[in-house]
């Protein structure tokens, strides 16, 4: 069991925010997670969590146990085909979420190359990068006929039939034959969705490694399809993430202005807000009703986005909207799609809070419903925002834990890391590489994804720390990301605090923290990049797998975290997970655990508590490093003037000194 600290009501409450809250009297009526974990009262279903309840057609559902032939499926499944099944579906569940999070950014990408959105086309050289991508011709052309013709190009790939997908190019050649000798390079994004759910429906593909080729082929068309093309078109839309000082947890809420938290995915509409935050006539409103302004706070991974792009406060992450709400001094949440719970809805029934869902695919019972268009972002964002300050006035009893807020600094894309490492005038990957191979970095670990109502959340810290102390450089995005901004990692003192004496030398020069936010969920291709550009520099291999580098998402909640996690694998890297549903079928778990590595060169590995993880992630780095032959133990190596020289072209962070708080 993971380590957890003790609560009165349930035993897996933890965050001091949270426990601070809680404790209030006018948190005690509202009934959480927490509460409903512990009233189902029940242990999870067997057949469920190990992947072997099969209900994809009516003669069931059938509960399989692995051999014994009288507990088949009726068709004849086997614990092996149904486990397979399951998990590709989820994968597919989960590269449909970002796929068409990424399809909606790519149309107001579209709109916005047109002039028909509040917003422009802000990073030209990403534009112009991405353009020659996809062979755009950009000599003597405007920047928003290259932007509407990248994004045509870029919707193409969507309902492509035939081919590949172009960003495919970008990764290391060897993974590119690897994908190409296998089968499993993607044809078209939606293609590879409908293809999975079809060979998963009944009586189609009985095969499980013939499966799991299909959702490897669809997990690819989500890292490096739809979910690179929406970082990057999210980017040159709305600015490449530079660092920048901001602020984390309950404690962002303002007693003195109109608090509008923005939760789910898709950029477009919070960066509106952002805007419309600013609107004079917005102001004025506000001012009547007798707040300061409009306080906007993010929550999730829109959170992410507008915390990375603009300093705009987090109050919560997945683990804490319910409790955003219970402060009471919420006068809006503005959702859009994914990870929103039902129950935000029913913890502000007695409250003055709006629960405002934006979009046509994600209604809820009890909110209430402003569409959000596109082509009227603007407005669309002020009527929003003059229905939270309508309801500033009806506030009653709240409560905002105001000295639980933290320091962060956040905004490392893959470019920062290559320009903060290589210097302005040499931006490169060569000193990470470096310090990789003298040891002053063992590796690079990625945690990522969700948090869970059933751990403590001091499952990502405890992971983060042992990473850390062990020289590890450790990459951050989602939900955890969060999670250890709240426990302070995310500051460039932390290196100073935690982490060992190589990566604290390298932290320290720099003046970078030991633990680096990436970004959003969808942000995860930033890493591919990332490991990719560390496999072109030289020095660790011909391919993704040969990197010190491994991913684990431990308390993964969403089908997008499978997601993520296969196409880590499929592209080369070893990811370590807490459980997957894979444990009813012996064969399929094998090939998962082990066999998969002798197609990709990686595997998924499973690990239960914080120090196995934490154990399980160093040991493959470990292992890639005795493979290249850079494992020799290193004494404390002091910085040689090179060293010394080609980190100190790189400054401090860019921007880090700047202090943007946001709207705070
Ligand atoms: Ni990722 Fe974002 Fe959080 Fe998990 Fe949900 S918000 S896209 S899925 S819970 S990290």
């Not at 009653?396 to 890391?417: A, Q, R």
């Not at 903060?420 to 005038?425: A, K």
């Not at 970095?441 to 102390?469: M, P, T």
Request: glycine share 10%.
């Amino acid at each position: 069991m993971t380590s957890q600290k003790g609560c009165e009501s349930c035993n897996t409450i933890t965050g001091e925010s949270t426990i601070d809250l809680l404790n209030q009297d006018l948190a005690k009526q509202v009934r959480t997670a927490y509460d409903r974990l512990e009233d189902r009262g029940m242990s999870a279903c067997l057949f469920g969590s190990g992947g072997t309840c099969c209900r994809i057609c009516n003669m069931g559902p059938c509960q399989i146990i692995d051999g014994v032939e009288s507990m088949i499926g009726v068709c004849g499944a086997t614990a092996d085909t149904v486990a397979a099944r399951n998990f590709a579906r989820i994968v597919a569940a989960g590269t449909a979420a970002h796929t068409d999070h990424a399809r909606e950014m790519v149309r107001g990408f579209i709109a916005t190359a047109k002039g028909e959105t509040p917003h422009e086309i802000k990073d030209v050289d990403k534009l112009n990068k991405m353009a020659e991508l996809f062979d755009i011709e950009i000599e003597g052309r405007d920047k928003n006929e290259i932007a509407l013709e990248l994004g045509e190009r870029a919707l193409a790939e969507f309902g492509q039939q035939e081919g590949t997908l172009t960003m495919l190019k970008r990764a290391p050649e060897k993974q590119q034959e690897i994908w190409k000798r296998e089968g499993v390079e993607p044809r078209g994004i939606d293609r590879e969705v409908v293809e999975t759910m079809h060979r998963t429906h009944m009586g189609v593909d009985q095969e499980y490694h013939n499966i799991m080729k299909q959702a490897a082929r669809c997990s690819l068309a989500d890292g490096w399809g739809a979910s690179m093309l929406s970082t990057e078109l999210t980017d040159i839309m709305f600015g490449t993430p530079v660092p920048i000082r901001a602020i984390v947890d309950l404690g962002v809420l303002r007693e003195d202005m109109v608090n509008v938290t923005v939760h789910g995915h898709e950029p477009l509409l919070a960066e509106s807000l952002c805007l419309a935050a600013d609107d004079e006539e917005i102001l004025a409103l506000a001012k009547k009703v007798g707040a300061k302004g409009i306080n906007l706070a993010g929550v999730c991974c829109t959170g992410n986005e507008i915390l990375m792009r603009r300093g705009i406060p987090v109050a919560g992450s997945f683990i804490q909207q319910e409790m955003v709400l219970a402060t009471g001094a919420v006068e809006a949440m503005v959702v859009d799609v994914q990870c929103v719970m039902q129950s935000v809805a029913q913890v502000v029934k007695n409250k003055h809070t709006d629960i405002i869902t934006t979009n046509y695919r994600a209604k809820m019972p009890d909110a209430i419903h402003i569409q959000f268009e596109e082509h009227d972002a603007y407005n669309c964002a002020k009527e929003i925002l003059k229905k939270a300050i309508g309801n500033f006035k009806k506030r009653g009893e709240y409560y905002i834990p105001e000295n639980k807020k933290l320091d962060v600094v956040v905004g490392f894309s893959h470019e920062t890391i290559n320009y903060m490492l290589g210097g302005r005038f040499r931006q490169s990957y060569r000193p990470l590489n470096d310090n990789i191979i003298n040891g002053r970095i063992r590796g690079v670990g990625a945690l990522v994804g969700c948090e869970h109502y059933k751990y403590s959340d001091d499952v990502h810290f405890e992971i983060a720390k042992k990473l850390i102390e062990n020289n590890v450089l450790v990459l951050v995005t989602g939900c955890a990301a969060q999670a250890l901004g709240r426990r302070g990692l995310l500051r460039p003192e932390a290196a100073t605090e935690y982490a060992g004496e190589g990566l604290k030398s390298v932290c320290e020069t720099v003046g970078m923290p030991p633990v680096l936010h990436v970004g959003s969920c969808v942000d995860n291709s930033r890493l591919l990049i990332a490991l990719t550009e560390m496999v072109k520099e030289g020095g660790l291999g011909d391919d993704i797998s040969e990197l010190p580098a491994v991913g684990s998402a431990p308390l993964w909640m969403s089908e997008k975290a499978v997601a993520i996690g296969q196409y880590f694998v499929t592209s080369g890297a070893h990811v370590v997970f807490q459980n997957l549903p894979t444990t009813g079928a012996k064969a399929f778990n094998e090939f998962i655990l082990k066999g998969m590595k002798d197609v990709y060169g990686a595997s998924w590995g499973v690990a239960e508590t914080a120090e196995e993880i934490a154990d399980a992630m160093i040991a493959a780095i470990d292992e890639k490093r005795d493979a290249l032959g850079i494992n020799k133990k290193q004494e404390r190596v002091l910085m040689d003037m090179q060293m010394r020289r080609d980190l100190e072209a790189g400054q401090a962070l860019p921007g880090a000194g700047c202090g943007h708080g946001g709207n705070q």
